[in-house]
């Protein structure tokens, strides 16, 4: 098909940004979601744990992004592949008991590209025939719903893949086809940080026995939503850190606790 004389995307927003794919059954829709990716300029693909990778389907599927499917980072873990992320976005169509920030495919964009500046973003999409299970879903800042047709809500990842890649490369071009400028002072913590920080606070919580006997797992679902929810930077989390280390001094724990604060934990 010609092209319609749209610029490029920016090679930057095109780094940030990386699209993964957790445990993909079948290599066609590895190659499959390259093209999709490559179609509207991005080129980060990550598979995490894929059933079958490398695999010829996967080259002859991607058509002309065989560069897209060969570049592919191959990570065994979810937490691999987006550990020094600063923004997690999982596709999902379940609901859940406690509800969490929610975005369609163009609020998802938009967040990308507000985002890309600071930080790299990643856009999760799970298995072909499950998706994401809570624990993946828990680990992202916001959920992207795609609104399909409820005759037929089932989207081949590949097809879910290419609507979002889409948005992203509508909404930079909606920008006037450039990246918008830093919005905040300090960097935004990556994915890691803030899971070290929620072990933290759940081992001082355990210390202090504050967890409800009924329901513990509660809690720390509801702190892990405030904190995605907020938005944290490093300077926070150092500072939450430096709070949480001197908790646990005064409650007179040994060992680990009973440490200085490290220097990632000073503000």
């Known amino acids: 098909m010609e092209t319609n004389g749209a610029p490029p995307l920016d090679p930057e927003l095109a780094r940030r940004v990386r699209m993964v794919m957790v445990e993909p059954t079948h290599p066609g829709n590895i190659g499959a979601a390259a093209r999709a990716m490559k179609n509207m300029g991005l080129t980060r693909l990550v598979l995490v744990n894929p059933l079958r990778f490398p695999d010829r389907e996967a080259r002859f599927r991607a058509a002309s992004a065989v560069d897209v499917v060969d570049a592919a980072s191959v990570v065994p873990t979810l937490a691999?592949?987006?550990?020094?992320c600063t923004l997690v976005i999982g596709a999902s169509a379940r609901s859940r008991r406690v509800p969490?920030?929610?975005?369609d495919a163009r609020e998802a964009a938009q967040a990308v590209l507000s985002e890309a500046p600071q930080g790299d973003v990643a856009v999760l999409f799970g298995r072909e025939s499950s998706g994401l299970t809570n624990d993946e879903l828990a680990r992202c800042q916001r959920h992207l719903h795609i609104a399909t047709d409820p005759a037929y809500p089932s989207l081949n990842v590949a097809m879910a893949m290419q609507i979002v890649a889409y948005e992203i490369r509508k909404t930079w071009l909606d920008a006037g086809?450039?990246?918008p400028e830093q919005a905040w002072d300090r960097p935004w913590a990556?994915?890691?940080a803030v899971e070290k920080l929620l072990e933290h606070f759940s081992e001082v919580l355990d210390l202090l026995q504050y967890y409800d006997r009924r329901e513990p797992g509660q809690?720390?679902?509801r702190l892990r939503r405030l904190f995605f929810r907020t938005r944290l930077?490093?300077?926070e989390i150092n500072i939450l850190r430096g709070l949480l280390t001197n908790f646990e001094r005064r409650a007179g724990?040994?060992?680990k606790g009973s440490r200085k604060a490290s220097p990632s934990e000073q503000p």
């Open 177 to 179: 086809a450039r990246m």
């Open 80 to 84: 691999e592949a987006i550990d020094d």
């Open 219 to 221: 809690v720390m679902l």
């Open 190 to 192: 990556e994915t890691e």
């Open 253 to 255: 724990r040994a060992g």
């Open 233 to 235: 930077d490093q300077v």
């Open 100 to 103: 969490w920030p929610l975005v």
